[in-house]
């Protein structure tokens, strides 16, 4: 509904514009007028892009949207957009082909084709010689009835058929790409169609410039066969393929070695290619194709970032090639052009058939999925309607007729296209067509804990992590499994036969499968080696690792197990499976021995050590490579990643690949990438405008002993030696001491939440932090004045912490070594009111992030002390300023998006091959 | 941007321009005019979005972009009245536009749809002004006053978006700038201009806000090219 009421605003503004604009002054007069060319075009996008997606719900594709909009705001129905507008829009037409043109060359890896094409060429050109030969031939006898030119005859119509033709038997390589990845499908029948849709995409273009030369010559002053027509097809098409091959190469030398502004550059590229295609008379399609061709090959791990970039920055461009497409078709017309089109759809389906059949036969692929493969190539899109409307601007007199046929049957063959392919992958046994796409997450906490009271009564409680809470989202949406440690003492009792329970209670929607693990195992696995070891590794503090080998073998073998429970849970061979954090590093490795195709993703959320710190671990060969053991390996910060690659180039000489994302160790890739973790933003917007939010501040200052008055600093976190707690105390006390008047109207508020408190580092901590908190009480508290330090050592719901932030003016973040720090950006989420001022650690990842926070270096007391003064000083003006700079980033990278990131990132490598040979470490587990 | 990034970028303009060596020949310039003028309705969303709703302030570059529109209007040859009520349908169609952009940016999580929503709405608000050969940077003044006042999220969702592609448009609207100036006496009055400005806006400090991103001589150049686009629409 807001998005309704959204484009009827627009169509108003749109309307009120042309009430009051200039009058029309003729077609002629207006066409060189640009002013109405961003109108279009605003409007344009605004409105097809919801029209595309209204259609989706009726299951209708975008692009069909797309035109059926333009055909009717267009000139020949709506008039919305004039006839002068819709002649602008049609500007963007050579840049938009060439942009589909240049997509497709991109999907040319060679090396990747190579490995499935085996027979895929000659199924190819016999497909497309069968098909072309059918409908030239079924062409040539209905002609007197298609809405073209019936008049024509000989040469004429013989160059009309040929363009026509070779057109119609296009195929579409992004529906098909995109019909594999939605359905997440495998095996030879998805290779197969991808490896023939991509083949015949070339021999197609070169088909088309060899027939449009042809045309040419026939429409234009060059006889047929005439040297000089020869020579202009040598040029248009080696010329094309040498001048894409140079665009090319320095686009891909640019994205290497500059790698700024992608999406610009390639529109620029697209241009170049459009405009110097048409001027030197070379064809801009071919050209665009071997560019992309190039990229894909040459620079493999540029072509990857440019995809990314197509993916964020095509979209404009494609939405309006679309409209300005609908505005030109004339509804009449478009009717008398549609029985041609089933026609015409009917007889390409038929001769496809016969053709894949035959090819088959005759290149002797023994495909089991072969009689399915037909179903894959009857989408059209993009290409079909690229080279419909390049024939429509260079022969306008018979192509615009093309262009109306071919339109008709694109939304034919894109409505069934999609539908009939996913049914034969189906048949072949590829995907199952129920099956949502579910998803494995692992972790060693769980969402859910039971626990029993005194009473026996059982209580669930949920965690209230930032990343428990998105992935438990994202677990709702997507369906599957949650495999984690069952650590509350009622889990067994709510748990199935097969330790399972169906969460969230109220509304299940995804099972939760507890894993048991014995108290000293878990004391040896999780106290020792992941807390007592990795923990104090991967953060820089004066804390000594504790590396013991009964440790490593009780890690090891909790992360065998939780192998073995992943592969009992996948419910299809391809469910992605999803790890989190360093108690889980081995898991891939021994999972990978059970299904070697298996496909997962492992989340480091804490920081990762140099190389040099990284050698107080005697096993962290073993260690980097269970990690490598995965498809997906993710950290926080570029800082942390950077690390990794360094220790894995030097402990085990893996490559690093040239685009320094991707590792290679022992025949497979690994890529490694940086998502920053983000907040539920949306939530901790739901809690700020909540009404009781006033309430449950009046009951902290209650609970705290605070006034109005009182100036509040305010510190959240786990009682960790990581935090800089101490550290904090220290920078206050100073404070105090300097700024004597402070006192007594001045609290810190310190949440410390007691966590591995067995541990005897941690033991340690807590004991210094009450130390601490008690000595600079005693010396600053004033009688009847604030209390210093408020320390409160239990956890706050998010309500509270809500309220909490939004009353302190500041908040202090003063971590020793940190991944992310959530409290930093929760603060910030928490300031819609903009103001309050964030102290926080240079050596949080958060800092790379947040550079408006008040960047501290915890160890360096009097800067601290320094910076927290000035938080308590800050003019209004520039904190402010300062928070409302801060709030656009934590509102731009939410939880979702990391989530998301991550698991997109993990099905884009769906299509890549594996092959990997799992070599444990000596002494590992199965 | 630096205190040399502007004249440079004015004057590679001028030397690509149909004034130089023609590279950017009126065709080109004819093709990228709708980018124009949503470079123009962008710079008046940032100095729109610097506003604080609850705390209104005039600033320099407020005045600017009021002033563009003012000399737009004043340019015709209309009635007092006529002249007011164009004023007013401007400001009221960029309003109508940001409203049914901000209802799309907040609704959608897809930053796709996010990016696209943003881009139309700036295609449209500086369409629009340019269709009504009225100031784009005044339209666009409007529109980032409503969205500096509307919701967090989306007023967040729209900053991004357009940090996003605020430097290519700005590179734009610059060459576009430098290629328009037809004479000697522009070059040298807008040069000096820019230059007075720019130390007239310098306090040494590190401002973390929008309006850093929109420096004071970059909107009188958009206003220069604005009222320019205006008197030949």
Not at chain 1, 17 to 38: F, K, N, Q
Not at chain 1, 158 to 163: E, P
Not at chain 2, 57 to 85: H, T
């Amino acid at each position: 509904m807001i998005r309704l009421a959204a484009i009827a605003l627009v169509v108003v503004a749109m309307l009120l514009v042309r009430h009051i604009g200039p009058a029309p002054i003729g077609v002629e007069g207006m066409s060189g007028d640009p002013r109405g060319a961003a109108l279009a075009l605003g409007f344009t996008l605004l409105a097809a892009l919801v029209s595309g997606e209204f259609l989706r719900r009726f299951r209708m594709p975008r692009l069909t949207g797309y035109l059926l909009f333009g055909l009717l705001v267009g000139p020949y129905l709506g008039n919305v957009i004039t006839e002068a507008m819709a002649r602008q829009l049609l500007t963007v037409n050579g840049i938009a082909t060439t942009l589909i043109a240049f997509i497709a060359g991109l999907t040319l890896n060679i090396e990747r084709l190579e490995r499935r094409v085996a027979g895929a060429g000659p199924t190819t050109v016999i497909t497309l010689a069968t098909a072309i030969a059918g409908l030239g031939l079924i062409a040539w006898l209905v002609w007197p009835w298609l809405p073209i030119a019936p008049q024509a005859t000989g040469t004429a119509k013989l160059a009309m058929i040929a363009l026509m033709v070779v057109i119609v038997v296009s195929f579409s390589p992004t529906m098909s790409a995109a019909v594999i990845t939605e359905t997440g499908s495998r095996g030879k029948l998805s290779d197969f169609v991808l490896a023939m849709v991509v083949l015949a995409d070339i021999i197609v273009l070169i088909l088309f410039s060899v027939f449009m030369q042809l045309g040419r010559a026939t429409f234009g002053d060059n006889a047929p066969g005439d040297v000089n027509m020869i020579v202009r097809l040598s040029w248009e098409i080696g010329g094309a393929v040498a001048f894409g091959c140079l665009v090319g190469a320095l686009f891909a030398l640019y994205l290497r070695y500059v790698g700024r502004e992608v999406t610009l550059a390639l529109l620029v590229v697209c241009l170049l290619l459009s405009q110097v295609g048409m001027s030197q008379r070379v064809e801009p399609l071919l050209a665009a194709m071997a560019a992309g061709i190039v990229i894909a090959n040459v620079a493999v791990a540029q072509g990857e970032t440019l995809k990314a970039a197509i993916q964020s920055g095509a979209l404009p461009l494609l939405v309006v090639f679309f409209v300005a497409i609908g505005t030109s078709l004339r509804l009449d017309t478009l009717a008398t052009a549609g029985l041609a089109a089933v026609g015409l759809a009917v007889a390409r389906v038929g001769l496809i058939w016969i053709g894949v059949r035959t090819g088959l036969h005759i290149s002797g692929v023994k495909n089991g999925a072969g009689e399915y493969v037909w179903m894959g190539l009857i989408s059209q899109a993009g290409i079909t309607l690229g080279l419909a409307a390049t024939v429509a601007t260079e022969f306008p007199t018979w192509g615009g007729q093309v262009q109306m046929l071919l339109v008709a049957l694109i939304a034919i063959d894109e409505l069934v296209g999609p539908a009939l392919f996913r049914t034969g992958l189906v048949r072949a046994g590829e995907i199952d067509a129920q099956a949502p796409r579910p998803l494995l997450v692992v972790s060693n906490r769980e969402p859910y804990l039971h626990n029993a009271d005194d009473q026996g009564r059982i209580t669930c409680t949920t965690a209230t992590g930032g990343v428990a809470i998105a992935l438990d989202a994202l677990m709702r949406e997507r369906g599957g499994t949650w495999i984690a440690h069952g650590a509350g003492n009622a889990d067994r009792q709510t748990v199935d036969a097969n330790d399972k329970i169906r969460v969230p209670p109220g509304s299940p929607a995804y099972d939760l499968r507890r894993l048991w693990i014995p108290q000293e195992e878990f004391a040896l696995y999780y106290g020792g080696f992941a807390n007592e070891g990795l923990w104090p590794l991967c953060h820089l503090v004066d804390v000594r690792p504790k590396f013991r080998r009964e440790d490593w073998a009780a890690y090891k073998k909790v992360n065998a197990q939780f192998a073995a429970a992943i592969d009992r849970e996948m419910m299809t061979p391809d469910t992605p499976v999803f790890l989190q954090d360093y108690h889980l590093a081995m898991v891939a490795l021994y999972l990978r021995r059970r299904r070697p195709q298996v496909r997962t993703a492992l989340f480091w959320h804490i920081p990762w050590p140099n190389p040099d710190r990284l050698l107080m671990c005697q096993w962290r060969r073993e260690l980097l490579t269970g990690l490598l053991a995965n498809d997906l390996l993710a950290f926080q910060v570029e800082r942390d990643r950077r690390n990794f690659l360094l220790a894995v180039e030097d402990e085990l000489g893996a490559e690093i690949e040239a685009d320094g994302a991707s590792v290679r160790f022992k025949g497979r890739g690994t890529t490694v990438v940086s998502v920053p973790i983000g907040v539920d933003y949306d939530r901790i917007q739901g809690v700020v405008s909540d009404e009781f939010l006033d309430a449950q501040q009046s009951e902290l200052r209650r609970m705290f002993g605070l006034s109005c008055d009182n100036i509040v600093g305010v510190g959240v976190d786990r009682l960790d030696y990581t935090k800089g707690i101490p550290e904090r105390l220290e920078a206050i006390d100073r404070v105090l001491t300097r700024r004597p008047d402070l006192r007594g109207r001045f609290t810190f508020v310190q949440i410390g939440v007691p966590s591995r408190s067995e541990l005897e580092s941690y033991g340690a901590i807590e004991s210094e932090i009450d130390r601490k908190v008690e000595e600079v009480n005693a010396k600053h508290a004033v009688p009847g004045g604030a209390q210093p330090i408020y320390y409160h050592k239990k956890a706050l719901g998010l309500a509270e912490l809500v309220a909490l932030y939004r009353m302190a003016h500041f908040c202090v973040v003063s971590s020793l070594a940190d991944g992310m720090n959530l409290v930093a950006k929760e603060f910030v989420a928490s300031r819609d009111d903009e103001d309050g001022v964030l102290v926080l650690s240079a050596l949080a990842g958060a800092a790379e992030e947040l550079r408006e926070a008040l960047i501290i270096n915890p160890y360096d007391v009097d800067g601290f002390a320094n910076a927290l003064t000035r938080a308590i000083d800050m003019d209004p003006e520039e904190r402010r300023l300062r928070m409302r700079a801060m709030r656009r980033i934590v509102a731009g990278r939410n939880v979702f998006s990391w989530a998301s990131d991550i698991l997109e990132g993990l099905e884009s490598l769906w299509t890549k091959p594996l092959q990997y040979a799992a070599r444990a470490p000596e002494g590992a587990p199965v | 941007m630096t205190i040399w990034t502007l004249p440079a970028l004015l004057l590679l303009g001028l030397a690509l321009g149909p004034n130089g060596l023609d590279l950017l020949t009126a065709s080109v310039l004819q093709l990228v005019d709708p980018l124009v003028a949503m470079a123009l309705a962008m710079v008046g969303v940032f100095v729109g979005l610097n506003l604080d709703v609850h705390r209104p302030r005039v600033d320099a570059s407020m005045a600017i972009a009021a002033l563009g529109g003012a000399a737009i209007v004043l340019s015709r040859e209309e009635s007092p009245l006529v002249l007011f009520l164009i004023t007013v349908a401007i400001a009221g169609i960029a309003v109508i536009v940001a409203l049914a952009g901000w209802l799309l940016i907040g609704q959608t999580d897809s930053e796709r749809e996010q990016q696209v929503f943003v881009v139309g709405s700036l295609l449209l608000i500086g369409g629009a002004a340019a269709y009504l050969s009225l100031s784009a940077l005044f339209a666009g003044l409007f529109a980032g006053i409503l969205w500096s006042g509307a919701g967090d999220l989306a007023r967040a969702r729209i900053v991004k978006e357009l940090d996003y592609f605020q430097h290519p448009l700005v590179v734009l609207l610059l060459l576009v700038a430098g290629a328009s100036i037809t004479r000697f006496v522009e070059a040298a009055v807008l040069a000096l201009v820019v230059l007075i400005l720019h130390l007239a806006s310098r306090d040494g400090t590190r401002e973390p806000s929008v309006a850093a991103a929109m420096p004071l001589p970059l909107v009188a150049i958009a206003l220069a090219l604005d009222v320019f686009r205006g008197a030949i629409g």
